[in-house]
């Protein structure tokens, strides 16, 4: 008898599920759920059935339990998802019985892609940047006016330009000192995992991060640090980063391994530094662990279809370290390319969750549980910015959709209005009232909206 983390419906628990198996230990991930619909309703019931009232055979579209909807996914009937509100209409046409054992799952990995690093990199090799570089920048500090009366009016106009460097999240932990690291900050969902095959992004936790990219990282420098080995074979480091436990088996270190072990994150943490969005020329920089040169990145411009990325701009409330994974990461629309030579086609939505974002002067005037709205417009990005996100319809069973686009609000009024409807990214697992959301451009949302209707 084992705790364990559901994917979708463990929002529903509110906390860990109790399992029973013959293993001694499970390996820490998240797993979905396989039951009967009455079985659901009898263990985290009240909820109903909603029936399908145009069918003559006793058949049923959807399940309203634990204050969201369970709803069939488009492509298998035997996937479900639950999702945060009640029940709308009986947008899909497929339908379950009461001994139908549901899956309750989100985006999958598909692991019969065939997409392959080697062959995939020559085709791309023409998009990518060496990591860490960019262009020098100035930003503009102030504006004076002045005018000088007499025989003649004179008026003179200055404008200051200064460098100047904001502190953000990501520079408080980074710029921390250099023989420690915080165990929060590991836990944070900044790491930003990108699918090669189908430019689906996830966030995931740093320290799953770190596992996925460390050994690349550590194996293309010289020398090698000699504890490497050690860390990784005697001490199964990589596994350990993606375990529940790492604070408990840091501790069990020696000293000079647990210095060792702490040097090599702080590596890869600067080797990523300057991924995510790069304001000065409007990029997106997304690192590509590549075997042979994992020194490589895109970068993409974000405008148009890519205009969610300027969300992930790093702040004081938000971090970003973006890196391309193999894995075939698929949800809605995204699936497989079904390629082994994959030309890139770029981050086109990101898989996440959401939660309000409340400054420490605001007062909390209702005591019920926040959630998204239809209808309203959320600020979301860095505070002061331009972007907002509205919940769009859609027919998707796998979450809810977040079109972003810039505000049309004048700067001056932007700053007055900058505390109001305000959401951000849920920073660590324990954010138990965020909300599960696919982000994407609302250019990219309209245009979908037209293919899936024949409009051309």
Not at 96 to 119: E, G, M, T, V, Y
Request: hydrophobic residues 40%; proline residues 5%.
């Amino acid at each position: 008898m084992q705790l364990v983390k559901l994917t979708c419906f463990g929002q529903v628990l509110g906390n860990t599920a109790i399992v029973f198996t013959s293993q001694e230990q499970i390996r820490p991930q998240r797993f979905d759920l396989f039951a009967l619909p009455a079985e659901l309703l009898d263990t985290r019931g009240p909820g109903r059935l909603i029936p399908d009232r145009l069918s003559e055979k006793l058949v049923f579209c959807a399940i309203e339990i634990g204050g969201g909807t369970v709803m069939p996914s488009i492509k298998d009937p035997k996937v479900m998802h639950w999702e945060k509100g009640r029940f709308s209409d009986c947008s899909t046409k497929i339908r379950f019985h009461l001994d139908d054992k549901i899956l309750i799952a989100r985006a999958q990995q598909n692991i019969s892609c065939p997409s392959d690093q080697l062959q995939s990199w020559p085709t791309c090799i023409d998009q990518l940047a060496t990591l860490g570089t960019r262009q020098n920048y100035w930003q503009k500090s102030q504006k004076q006016a002045a005018v000088q009366a007499g025989q003649y009016v004179v008026a003179q106009f200055t404008t200051t330009w200064i460098k100047q460097e904001k502190i953000t999240m990501k520079d408080i932990h980074l710029n921390d000192t250099a023989d420690t690291i915080r165990v929060p900050f590991l836990e944070s969902r900044w790491g930003l995992r990108i699918s090669l095959c189908t430019g689906v992004a996830r966030r995931v936790p740093m320290r799953e991060m770190l596992a996925d990219v460390m050994g690349v990282y550590v194996e293309k420098r010289l020398p090698i640090p000699p504890e490497w080995e050690i860390l990784l074979q005697g001490h199964e480091f990589v596994d350990q980063l993606r375990g529940p436990r790492l604070k408990e088996w840091f501790h069990r270190l020696p000293s000079s391994l647990q210095s060792s072990a702490i040097h090599l994150i702080r590596y890869v943490l600067e080797a990523l530094r300057e991924t995510g969005y790069d304001e000065p020329s409007d990029e997106f920089v997304i690192a590509w662990l590549f075997p042979n040169d994992p020194f490589r990145c895109f970068r993409i411009q974000s405008k148009g279809h890519h205009m969610w990325t300027r969300a992930l701009a790093d702040s004081s409330s938000c971090a970003t370290f973006a890196y391309i994974t193999p894995k075939c990461l698929e949800a809605d629309e995204y699936t497989c390319q079904n390629c082994t030579a994959i030309q890139w086609q770029q981050a086109l939505s990101l898989d996440t969750a959401v939660c309000q974002h409340r400054s420490n002067n605001e007062v909390l005037i209702s005591t019920s549980i926040w959630s998204l709205q239809p209808g309203i417009s959320y600020w979301i990005g860095k505070p002061g910015g331009e972007l907002t996100a509205r919940l769009v319809d859609t027919t998707s069973p796998l979450g809810m959709r977040l079109a972003i686009k810039r505000s049309q609000i004048p700067a001056h009024s932007r700053m007055r209005l900058g505390r109001i409807d305000r959401i951000r990214e849920r920073q660590q697992s324990t954010d138990v009232h965020a909300t599960p959301v696919l982000i994407v451009a609302a250019k990219w949302h309209v245009l979908h909206t037209l293919c899936a209707t024949g409009l051309r």
